[in-house]
């Protein structure tokens, strides 16, 4: 099978070639433009502005997808595309580039909710097999959850932040910082060289600086509202020279990251405690987060050894479109002919949802 992917849902103009063959993928063609750069200095996200520069993007995308692949329509199985949640503005320019092809082309189309794209992403790896039951912690700018399933495409939210999401979390500390957008990576890149420089005995006054919000709570829910907000107050009590100093910003990057992973890790350790699954996968942007993926590592290895515990490679930890295509690959493997032609006959009526749960 073999499916052109389309992804849109924030600032991420992307498309890929999918091929699965039934037991393994492979991606010939993945192709992102980014549009970091444009936003930077907004310090986020701007809906309109994200969605012009996709209308801008998208055709050279597809085209390029294409080219590089050496394919036409005629190799093409389906169409896929992201269909929610994100920025509304954005996914409509994805989803409907897609109709257009499918009803060009006359190429099923199946849409695909954005969270589930990024925990398939993790069959883009080789040799790579869910075992059920399976614990996801999904972690990205707009969401952090962690999912139950006991089945491919069955979904039980144990527990989801109450307020901002993790990902959220780390950008708006990086704005508080002067660091540039995206915020993340930067966190990530200054946290980890401070700690590599400093002794532990040295670092130990940052490292236990800020709260662990409801890391002792007995259900599997997140805050980072809070741990925001300390961070705020704690930068407000600093002269102007301090805050321009580099050292000091490390470290507070540094107190800011190991409290979110203390947080992220805890409620994951408390979920495999009680539900002992088979596989551990983490999923979302943040799954790219270096210092998260060493420390649920750690874990598992020590106190969970029979747990497979599977990350995507970073190429598809971030949004893309190879991961809505394995997704769409995995749910049309178990379409019925006559599913996959109403797919091919409705394919006009798919429409994006900015709130689409996981489901």
């Not at 393994?24 to 192709?31: F, G, I, L, R």
């Not at 994200?50 to 169409?79: C, K, M, S, Y």
């Not at 959220?168 to 420089?197: C, H, M, N, T, W």
């Not at 991961?323 to 032609?341: H, Q």
């Amino acid at each position: 099978m073999r499916v052109l992917s389309i992804e849109t849902s924030c600032d991420e103009t992307a498309a890929a070639i999918v091929e699965w063959d039934g037991q393994s993928a492979t991606v010939p063609v993945n192709t992102v433009s980014s549009q970091a750069s444009l936003h930077a200095k907004w310090g986020g996200v701007v809906p309109q502005l994200a969605a012009r520069e996709h209308i801008r993007n998208i055709v050279p995308v597809i085209e390029e997808t294409l080219e590089r692949g050496n394919f036409t329509q005629d190799d093409l199985d389906a169409i896929a595309v992201t269909a929610g949640p994100g920025l509304m503005p954005a996914l409509v320019v994805g989803v409907s580039a897609a109709k257009t092809l499918a009803l060009a082309w006359q190429k099923p189309l199946i849409g695909i909710q954005h969270l589930e794209g990024h925990i398939y992403a993790n069959l883009l790896r080789p040799d790579t097999e869910l075992r059920f039951p399976l614990i996801a912690l999904v972690v990205s700018g707009g969401h952090t959850q962690l999912v139950l399933m006991k089945e491919d495409f069955q979904y039980e939210i144990l527990g989801e932040t109450q307020d901002d999401a993790a990902g959220e979390a780390y950008d708006k500390v990086a704005k508080l910082l002067g660091l540039p957008y995206p915020g993340g990576p930067q966190i990530d890149k200054r946290a980890d060289a401070f700690q590599k420089s400093h002794s532990e005995e040295s670092i130990k006054e940052f490292t236990d600086k800020f709260p662990r919000p409801m890391l002792t709570s007995d259900n599997f829910d997140f805050s980072f509202s809070g741990l925001k907000t300390a961070v705020l107050y704690s930068l407000k009590k600093e002269t102007k020279e301090t805050m321009q100093d580099e050292e000091f910003i490390s470290a507070m990057c540094h107190a800011f990251q190991e409290a979110t992973v203390d947080v992220l890790v805890g409620k994951t350790k408390k979920a495999l405690k009680k539900l002992s699954p088979k596989t551990f996968v983490i999923a979302g942007g943040v799954s790219a987060n270096t210092r998260l993926r060493s420390r649920l590592e750690k874990m598992i290895t020590k106190e969970f050894p029979e747990t497979q515990f599977l990350t995507p490679d970073f190429a598809y930890s971030l949004d893309n479109a190879a991961m809505i295509g394995i997704a769409a690959a995995l749910r049309l493997e178990r379409m019925t002919a006559d599913e996959k032609k109403e797919l091919l006959k409705n394919s006009v009526s798919l429409n994006p949802d900015a709130n689409l749960p996981l489901a």
